[in-house]
C-alpha cells in the first residue's frame, strides 16, 4: 500500500529462513478426514498441537505483522490460542461440528479486533461443513477458508462502495 506511515515490505528467502514457523509433530487432521481415526483422542492432540505451534511462534508473527501491520498479531494469536486450550476440556469433542463452533466461540471472545471475528467465522463455516459431512475435516477446512476469502472480498467491496 502506498498508504503514509505504513513502510512497503517484502518477505525475501533469507528473513523466511531466519524465522522459521516451528510446528511440533503431530497427527495430520487432513489424513484423518474420511476415517473413523478422528476419535476425540486424536482430535484433542491436533488441537492441541496447533495451539502450542501457534504459542511457541508468537515472536515470528508479532515480527511479520510489525513489518506491514500494528504489531499486535503475535499476542492476539498466543491469547487465542492459550484461551481455546484453556477452554478444550470443556470441547465435545466426539462431535465435530459442536467442537467447531466451540473453537469459533473461544476464538470470538478471546481474540481482539477484526482478526478474532474473522477467525470466528472461518471456524463456524467449518463447523457448517461438518454438520452436513462430520468426518470431512479437509472439507470443512476448505470450506472455512473459501468462506472467509469470500467474506474478506464482500467486506472490500462494500468499504470501496462507503468511500466513493
Do not use: H
Not at 484433542?44 to 510489525?66: G, P, Y
Amino acid at each position: 500500500t502506498a498508504a503514509r506511515g505504513w513502510t512497503p515490505f517484502t518477505a525475501t528467502g533469507d528473513y523466511l529462513n531466519t524465522a522459521p514457523i516451528k510446528i511440533p509433530p503431530s497427527r495430520d487432521i487432513l489424513s484423518m478426514s474420511g476415517t473413523e481415526g478422528a476419535d476425540s483422542v486424536s482430535v484433542k492432540a491436533v488441537i492441541e498441537a496447533c495451539c502450542q505451534a501457534v504459542i511457541s511462534n508468537e515472536a515470528v508473527f508479532t515480527d511479520l505483522d510489525e513489518k506491514v501491520g500494528d504489531g499486535d498479531c503475535g499476542a492476539t494469536l498466543k491469547n487465542g490460542a492459550e484461551w481455546i486450550l484453556r477452554d478444550l476440556p470443556t470441547y465435545p469433542l466426539s462431535d465435530s461440528y459442536r467442537t467447531a463452533l466451540m473453537l469459533s466461540t473461544s476464538m470470538e471472545e478471546s481474540m481482539g479486533g477484526t482478526s478474532g471475528g474473522l477467525y470466528a467465522v472461518a471456524a463456524d463455516a467449518a463447523a457448517c461443513s461438518l454438520k452436513s459431512d462430520p468426518l470431512s475435516y479437509s472439507n470443512a477446512f476448505m470450506e472455512a477458508v473459501l468462506f472467509s476469502l469470500a467474506l474478506l472480498k464482500k467486506k472490500k467491496r462494500q468499504k470501496k462502495k462507503v468511500k466513493n
